[in-house]
């Protein structure tokens, strides 16, 4: 009883806008840009989008980074035109949230992890100037996430290198978050909530706009993504919220206390 009492008493603290000690507000600025950087453009917005949506929503502005096009997700349909549509798609979705969506071209399952990569997304990094990161968890049991996290280690680090010459001027991002991917969930353990009610019927406007989201090539994103919503909210005391994972300054995960914002 007594852990239901305090779990009761955080919920409502945090649903009157109250946080507990220790914890930091999640950065959302009219000035600041956050960046969702995902090996695939359905991973972006179907896990990552609704923040994005909020921190647009917020007075601050958004990018998608997409390292590949995920053109071999569909079992039908040629990859050359599936990857077509999952780029249409992301396009059409990013705008609709007030959002832009910027792509790679590194093949499909084939997402390298190499220094080059990790300079390319650097030079994205380096371009959009976010103070904020939210991308895979290294928990996966899909390769190109896992290469996804471990790039995007490298790439906060060579984009904050001063001393590293590239095109853009160096550019250190301050908070990176993990976000919660029904296939990155090995170790995966929130620490923020992340109220997204009033961004949810848009977010979930945009995830529409692709193929996959309805079924189409054999999970149900739709049906767990906004079921993973709701149920997130129930435990934070929102309508619907967004679970994330805070990571250090090192970039590996923050043990620290939870979170809601």
């Not at 603290?13 to 950087?37: E, K, V, Y």
């Not at 502005?61 to 997409?66: A, D, E, I, Y």
């Not at 908070?175 to 990155?184: I, K, P, S, T």
């Amino acid at each position: 009883m007594k852990k239901r009492r305090e779990f009761l008493k955080v919920s409502m603290a945090a649903s009157a806008g109250f946080w507990l000690p220790g914890q930091r507000n999640f950065p959302q600025t009219a000035t600041s840009d956050i960046m969702a950087i995902a090996a695939h453009p359905g991973d972006g917005m179907f896990s990552m989008g609704a923040v994005v949506a909020q921190h647009i929503a917020n007075g601050g502005g958004g990018t998608f980074l997409s390292l590949s096009l995920g053109e071999r997700g569909h079992n039908s349909i040629p990859t050359t035109e599936y990857g077509r549509l999952q780029q249409e798609a992301m396009e059409q979705a990013a705008n609709s949230l007030g959002a832009s969506a910027s792509f790679l071209n590194y093949p499909d399952a084939e997402i390298p992890f190499n220094e080059e990569a990790s300079l390319v997304v650097c030079d994205e990094i380096r371009k959009v100037k976010p103070s904020i990161i939210v991308t895979h968890w290294e928990g996966s049991w899909h390769k190109d996430h896992k290469n996804c996290y471990q790039i995007v280690q490298y790439a906060r680090f060579y984009a904050g290198l001063k001393t590293l010459e590239r095109t853009h001027p160096a550019h250190y991002v301050g908070q990176l978050f993990y976000a919660e991917n029904w296939e990155d969930m090995d170790g995966f353990q929130l620490d923020t909530y992340l109220d997204i009610t009033s961004v949810f019927d848009k977010w979930q406007s945009a995830c529409a706009l692709f193929p996959m989201w309805r079924g189409e090539t054999g999970f149900r994103y739709n049906d767990y993504y906004k079921s993973l919503a709701t149920m997130r909210g129930c435990l934070s005391g929102f309508t619907q919220a967004a679970a994330l994972a805070a990571a250090t300054s090192t970039g590996k995960k923050n043990e620290g206390i939870l979170r809601k914002y």
